[in-house]
């Protein structure tokens, strides 16, 4: 005699669903019947962190469209999200805790969780500290923007929208946690400005005025690393001013870009190497774009105040680009290997304003140096559009 399934009693089903750790799994799981849909919640709160997708480009023929496509790295498929608030004429300047950062040429700032279509505004770019003024209505609509020597200039809205804000990574989900903090690296400058929820402006963090080159949510402290290693620590939760403390550490040689990541609560700093590509048939011929060649890590040594170099992540996968940088287990996830970097392309800098070419991108093996594409990534295959693909880790809630 054939078992109905869908008689199973509620909470043998709901015990069930709470042994799925992968978000697509739970979502089959509801799909399979009525009973079984009205019988687990619709969030799921108890999925840990989840293996990330690619937000891939919009195709030159589909710009128009309002949906997106994210390839899955545990089913090796593509999810269509409609998602037009991140249409070909918008930028994402980073993904965080599951969340995109979307600009366009308006001073919004917008956060938007690609699964649940929440969407929460931040001050907008009118409010940082360094916008002298800034007339949405008038004819030109420039900002008027002072640099750290007091000197005055203006940026159109597209230069705005384009290259005012490197990256901008948050404390948390705003749906998990309503005390969140968002905190931005200026591009030109690499200050850092923040804004907790609820402030209609943005903070400067004075004692920290550096180049930063990346920062990340550690241990309830914002972190951020110059190019030269140096850390500087951000306490910015209490009312009063930002208390900021500079560790200054013996100078790292090399590496283009610098990422911070937290590994097993484990504080890596990621140097990625660039090269210029030369024509095949005239290697005196710039092909004018950059391209990945390798990459270091290094572990922070607390009591000696010194980054050591790591030889081997062993089970742990990095994610680095224009997203918030983080560390996965690989055992957790089928289909992936440890001791691997897996980075997209976030120098946007030069390649873009050079032509057409391929998105830079692929997984780096540290135990022999070697790198390859990308399941989802065949050269000369993805759009040619500005804005290259980001990581964007699931997060129903």
């Known amino acids: 005699m054939a078992v109905d399934w869908t008689q199973l009693p509620r909470d043998i089903v709901e015990s069930i669903s709470k042994n799925l750790t992968v978000y697509t799994d739970y979502l089959g799981f509801r799909a399979v019947c009525h009973t079984w849909r009205i019988s687990v919640p619709k969030i799921p709160h108890h999925l840990p962190p989840q293996l990330p997708w690619l937000m891939l480009p919009l195709s030159q023929s589909l ?3 309002t ?16 998602l037009p608030e991140a249409s070909h004429r918008k930028r994402r300047c980073g993904s965080s805790n599951g969340w995109l950062v979307i600009l366009d040429e308006t001073p919004t700032i917008l956060l938007l969780n690609p699964l649940t279509r929440a969407k929460l505004n931040l001050p907008p770019l009118s409010t940082f500290p360094n916008v002298v003024t800034f007339n949405y209505s008038k004819i030109g609509r420039e900002y008027a923007l002072r640099d750290s020597f007091g000197n005055n200039y203006s940026r159109n809205l597209t230069e705005m929208r384009d290259s005012f804000i490197k990256k901008l990574v948050l404390s948390s ?25 609820g402030d209609q402006a943005w903070t400067f963090i004075h004692e920290a005025r550096f180049f930063s080159e990346d920062v990340i949510y550690y241990k309830n402290q914002f972190y951020a690393v110059d190019k030269h290693g140096k850390i500087a620590v951000c306490e910015v939760r209490g009312e009063d001013s930002p208390r900021v403390s500079i560790i200054e550490m013996p100078p790292l040689i090399g590496g283009d870009i610098y990422y911070l990541v937290n590994s097993e609560d484990e504080l890596l700093l990621v140097t990625r190497y660039l090269d210029l590509q030369f024509d095949d048939a005239d290697p005196y011929i710039l092909n004018g774009f950059y391209k990945t060649v390798r990459f270091g890590v290094f572990r922070m040594n607390w009591s000696g105040l010194r980054w050591e170099r790591v030889e081997n992540l062993g089970d742990r996968i990095l994610f680095v680009g224009d997203n918030s940088s983080f560390s996965l287990s690989a055992s957790d ?13 976030d120098y946007c800098e030069f390649n873009y304003d050079c032509g057409f070419r391929d998105y830079d991108l692929g997984i780096f093996k540290l135990w022999d140096g070697s790198i390859e594409p990308l399941p989802c990534y065949h050269p000369n295959s993805l759009s040619q559009l500005r804005w290259p693909p980001i990581w964007v880790t699931p997060n129903p809630c």
């Open 333 to 345: 996830f089928r289909g992936c290997s440890g001791n691997c970097i897996y980075y997209t392309d």
């Open 67 to 82: 949906h997106r496509s994210f390839f899955d790295l545990s089913l090796l498929k593509i999810h269509l999200l409609k």
């Open 173 to 197: 989900s705003p749906t998990r946690d309503n005390d969140f903090i968002a905190l931005a690296i200026l591009n030109q400058t690499g200050d850092l400005a923040f804004c907790k929820n």
């Open 63 to 65: 710009s128009h469209q």
